[in-house]
T-cell receptor, first 114, second 114 residues
Framework: AQSVTQLGSHVSVSEGALVLLRCNYS??????LFWYVQYPNQGLQLLLK??????LVKGINGFEAEFKKSETSFHLTKPSAHMSDAAEYFC????????????FGQGTTLQVKP | DAGVTQSPTHLIKTRGQQVTLRCSPK?????VSWYQQALGQGPQFIFQ???????QRGNFPDRFSGHQFPNYSSELNVNALLLGDSALYLC?????????????FGEGSRLTVL
């Protein structure tokens, strides 16, 4: 069975600092991986996705993630945090060819301090 | 291009009542999935509808049922409401043709059971 673990339920950074949100997955077959962001009282917005051989994936708002098969990780990074990045971030996994059923992690709340 | 739309946005019910939530998928999408997001948790997969049939189901009791209409819109029904059913219910749409697993989410329907 597939699963996702997000290390750190709460991450706090200063504005302008590096953002690193950790995600490890468990899957018996190469999966598709996603990062979603959720702002308060809103639905989920896709930040980026890994679905191909390109291991470094660039997303919206300056975020990127690197797929590391050997470490079963898909950590999300952004070089310089902005106040508007404060939100809840979810890592998710799905088997290739299985659209619609995402397995989500518990989420990481990102706080950005001025 | 309209995204995923859900209604109602908020509703309050009492234990034992029944509720129906509605979802219209993104234009061009043919698959609708429903998720339950309890406070402080990641979304949990309820079920997925494609070609008007339930294709996949998560670990939810039979009190949760759904329907998909010929225009691809969908309903989620929950019977005999429990306090624990209080959550944000998210609808997501995708395309079976573009099988990358990417979901587009609506803003959600927030259900409070008293």
């Amino acid at each position: 069975a597939q699963s996702v673990t997000q290390l750190g339920s709460h991450v706090s950074v200063s504005e302008g600092a590096l953002v690193l949100l950790r995600c490890n997955y468990s899957s018996s077959v190469p999966p598709y991986l996603f990062w979603y962001v959720q702002y308060p009282n809103q639905g989920l917005q896709l930040l980026l996705k890994y679905t191909s051989a390109a291991t470094l994936v660039k997303g919206i708002n300056g975020f990127e993630a690197e797929f590391k098969k050997s470490e079963t990780s898909f950590h999300l990074t952004k070089p310089s945090a902005h106040m508007s990045d404060a939100a809840e971030y979810f890592c998710a996994v799905t088997p290739r060819g299985n659209t619609g059923k995402l397995i989500f992690g518990q989420g990481t709340t990102l706080q950005v301090k001025p | 291009d309209a995204g995923v739309t859900q209604s109602p946005t908020h509703l309050i019910k009492t234990r034992g009542q029944q509720v129906t939530l509605r979802c219209s998928p993104k234009s061009g999408h043919d698959t609708v999935s429903w998720y339950q997001q309890a406070l402080g948790q990641g979304p949990q997969f309820i079920f997925q509808y494609y070609e008007e049939e339930e294709r996949q189901r998560g670990n939810f009791p039979d009190r949760f049922s759904g329907h998909q209409f010929p225009n691809y819109s969908s309903e989620l029904n929950v019977n005999a409401l429990l306090l624990g059913d209080s959550a944000l219910y998210l609808c997501a749409s995708s395309s079976q043709v573009i099988g990358t697993g990417e979901l587009f989410f609506g803003e959600g329907s927030r259900l409070t059971v008293l």
